[in-house]
């Protein structure tokens, strides 16, 4: 269970193979094709599972095609990587058939965002670190998109370490413990179930596309009478895009603000993570320093 010592999955060596999967919505072929020759240029080997690139309603398969995509790239020992085309809506569907699968098929990296935040708390089941990152849809972007930059280097064996300038609305403070979470409203529904990631000390990572402010708030409540935020270690809040203000708050960092300040762990806010072009990857379920201060916010890794 997610709740020991977490294993770092082995870095990515030249030629380390690469596998696509769409566990969630469907995606234009295009990007995959794109990011599949991005991925060539750094010197890796890429395999596009069978249904990455399919189309059933607004999935890229049926539940059990997408299973079966998962379940091959995950139970091949020599895929290394297992890169998600882009979120959307499913990758839940997907959970309690893998959690059945043995612990070897989570030793190698899962990297994306949004929606697939449902799999990083698979894999914190499983003591397991992954990535919060770039997925194919935005790798293909290529120059356009160089934070994906990065994010191979750490996949390498690289620093993955955060900087970032201070924030107004930022609480100074130090806070120790793993990193959880990611997109909120998916967090939400985790929350209360085998695959829910919080536990004491741990520091929440929260970000979040098109919810309105309101229901961001109604999401927090609902983590606060789960007893999460009495939990917490420190609180990271990456971006809230593609919302706007409303007749009780100007801005949604306003609203979490005010939330939290009957609480008294660190709070860093505007991180750069999330529906944004600098999305900086960021290890999940992996025990880090959270330092906020007057001068800055620096996140580094034990």
């Given at each position: 269970m997610g ?8 870095s990515?060596?030249r030629?380390?193979k690469?596998?696509i999967v769409s ?14 020759g ?5 010197e890796l080997e890429?395999?596009v599972?069978?249904?990455?690139k399919?189309?059933?309603g607004?999935?890229?398969?049926s ?14 020992d ?8 882009r979120?959307?809506?499913?990758a839940?569907?997907l ?23 449902a799999?990083?708390?698979?894999w ?8 919060h990152?770039a997925m194919?849809?935005y790798?293909?972007m290529g120059?356009e ?10 996949l390498?064996g690289g620093d993955?370490g ?7 609305f ?7 413990g ?5 997109n909120?409203?998916v ?24 919810e309105?402010i309101?229901?961001v708030e109604r ?9 999460v ?6 609180l990271?809040?990456?971006q809230?895009?593609?919302?706007r203000?409303s007749a009780?708050?100007?801005s ?5 603000t ?5 609480y008294?762990?660190?709070?860093a ?12 990857p ?21």
């Amino acid at each position: 269970m997610g709740n020991g010592e977490m294993r770092m999955p082995p870095s990515l060596r030249r030629g380390g193979k690469v596998a696509i999967v769409s566990p969630a919505s469907k995606i234009e072929p295009g990007l995959i094709d794109a990011a599949v020759g991005q991925l060539q240029r750094e010197e890796l080997e890429v395999v596009v599972m069978p249904h990455a690139k399919g189309v059933c309603g607004s999935f890229s398969g049926s539940r059990e095609e997408r299973l079966e995509d998962m379940r091959r790239a995950m139970e091949d020992d020599t895929v290394r990587c297992i890169l998600c085309s882009r979120g959307g809506y499913g990758a839940v569907h997907l959970l309690d058939e893998l959690d059945r699968l043995p612990g070897r098929c989570f030793d190698k990296w899962l990297v994306g965002f949004s929606d697939i935040t449902a799999l990083h708390a698979l894999w914190w089941k499983h003591g397991v670190v992954s990535m919060h990152g770039a997925m194919a849809k935005y790798i293909g972007m290529g120059e356009e998109f160089p934070f994906y930059r990065t994010e191979i280097k750490i996949l390498r064996g690289g620093d993955a370490g955060l900087e970032c300038a201070a924030d107004g609305f930022n609480r100074e403070g130090v806070a120790e413990g793993k990193i959880v979470g990611g997109n909120l409203a998916v967090m939400g529904g985790l929350i209360g179930t085998p695959f829910d990631p919080v536990e004491d000390g741990c520091i929440l990572f929260i970000e979040d596309i098109a919810e309105p402010i309101y229901k961001v708030e109604r999401i927090l409540w609902q983590l606060r009478l789960r007893g999460v935020f009495d939990r917490l270690g420190g609180l990271m809040v990456g971006q809230f895009t593609d919302y706007r203000p409303s007749a009780d708050w100007q801005s949604m960092e306003a609203m979490i603000t005010s939330f939290v300040k009957g609480y008294r762990f660190p709070v860093a806010m505007n991180l750069p993570v999330g529906h944004i072009d600098n999305n900086h990857p960021l290890l999940l379920n992996r025990r880090a320093r959270l330092a906020v201060g007057a001068e800055g916010v620096m996140v580094g890794y034990e």
